[in-house]
Each structure stands twice: as C-alpha cells, then as structure tokens.
T-cell receptor, first 111, second 116 residues
Framework: QKEVEQDPGPLSVPEGAIVSLNCTYS??????FMWYRQYSRKGPELLMY????GNKEDGRFTAQVDKSSKYISLFIRDSQPSDSATYLC???????????FGSGTKLNVKP | GAVVSQHPSWVICKSGTSVKIECRSL??????MFWYRQFPKQSLMLMAT?????????EQGVEKDKFLINHASLTLSTLTVTSAHPEDSSFYIC????????????FGPGTRLTVL
C-alpha cells in the first residue's frame, strides 16, 4: 500500500464549477499536508500547506484535512481554464525532509 | 520569494556521456536540497537529499555512483548523471528548503533529459 493514494483522474469540469480533489494516507504520523499544482512539463508549484486537521483557505482554494479518517481534500471554487493542471498532494511527518506524494490528479476545466 | 531555478530546462545527450544539471535557490539560502525524478503520468520519486557541505543521502535503489550530487554552497546543488543510458531519460526536478521555521520545499521548473 502506498503511503499516499490519489485518484489519477482525469477529472473534467465546466468553467465555474467547484472542484474537489482528494487523497488518503496511511501513516498516522503525518502532520503536514501539501497541495502542489503542476502544469505540463513544469515543476510543481506550492498552492498551500496545512498542519494537522482543519481547513485553510487562500482565495479560491480551500485545503481540508481530516486526520481521523486520514483524508485530505483541495476545493477549487469558480474553477477557471487556467486551473487545468495536475494536482499533487503530499504528506510529511513534520520536518519537511521527506515528502510522500500522491500520484497526482489531472484536472481539465473546459471553457 | 522562494524561487528555485534549474539549468538546463532540457538536454539531449548520447548514450555513455555525462550530463550535469544545476539547481539554484535564487532568493533564499537552501540548507537542504532534494532531487526527484518523474516519469510520464507518474508522481515524483525522491532520489536523494543533500545538505550543504555534506554527502547526499540516497534513497533505496538509487545508484549513488551514477547520480552524483554536489551541494557545495547554500544556493547551488548539482546532479550529474554519469554514463547516461536511454533508461535514464526522465524529468528531473530539484527542490529546496531553507531549514528555518516551518518552511516547506519549493520546486524548480524541472529538467527534461533525453538520452539517445
């Protein structure tokens, strides 16, 4: 079993839709959870990271962590075609030295 | 802030030659740098972690004599793929962190290596 599991998609939504991207993890020692956006042939770009359980909001993006169910989510409101990319979740025990990445979910927002 | 660059962005080389990839932190001092490899439609695979002035720590299954990592300064790390073969063709991405507070890893734009 992989440390972090993520549905690879692809996920296709119309412009303006609310997008929900999800990951599950198996290691209860994970404390920090990251979401990265990766455009084709580019490096991952940090969107946000959260500590332990709870929500964190940044503009149209909301990250949610539920440690009791080992479930992490990223919500994108009012999705735009420019949001079309692969979204990677990652988890870390707290020293930011070894990230465990999900396989990435490819999102396509249609105009 | 937190900008990481890589050079070159893509490289094509002949089998048996060596290729050096540079990773630089542009606006912060990176005490730790990481090298990842990514195959098409797959996630990032950590290859090694390097701390400035120390030998790199390689992940299991990564040949340290083939993938030479040098982290000689707080803003520069290099990955040299020695005696490259077609199976080494991949997308190589570095990341860096400053090591202060609860900072996270910031990634470079990646280098696409094609070995003919």
């Amino acid at each position: 079993q992989k440390e972090v599991e993520q549905d690879p998609g692809p996920l296709s939504v119309p412009e303006g839709a609310i997008v929900s991207l999800n990951c599950t993890y198996s290691n209860s020692a994970f404390q920090y959870f990251m979401w990265y956006r990766q455009y084709s042939r580019k490096g991952p770009e940090l969107l946000m990271y959260t500590y332990s359980s709870g929500n964190k909001e940044d503009g149209r993006f909301t990250a949610q962590v539920d440690k009791s169910s080992k479930y992490i989510s990223l919500f994108i409101r009012d999705s735009q075609p420019s949001d079309s990319a692969t979204y990677l979740c990652a988890a870390d025990i707290g020293n930011f030295n070894k990230f465990y990445f999900g396989s990435g979910t490819k999102l396509n927002v249609k105009p | 802030g937190a900008v990481v660059s890589q050079h070159p962005s893509w490289v094509i080389c002949k089998s048996g030659t060596s290729v050096k990839i540079e990773c630089r932190s542009l606006d912060f001092q990176a005490t730790t740098m990481f090298w990842y490899r990514q195959f098409p439609k797959q996630s990032l695979m950590l290859m090694a972690t390097s701390n400035e002035g120390s030998k790199a720590t390689y992940e299991q299954g990564v040949e340290k004599d083939k993938f030479l990592i040098n982290h000689a300064s707080l803003t520069l790390s290099t990955l040299t793929v020695t005696s490259a073969h077609p199976e080494d063709s991949s997308f190589y991405i570095c990341s860096a962190r400053s090591g202060t507070g609860q900072d996270t890893q910031y990634f470079g734009p990646g280098t696409r290596l094609t070995v003919l």
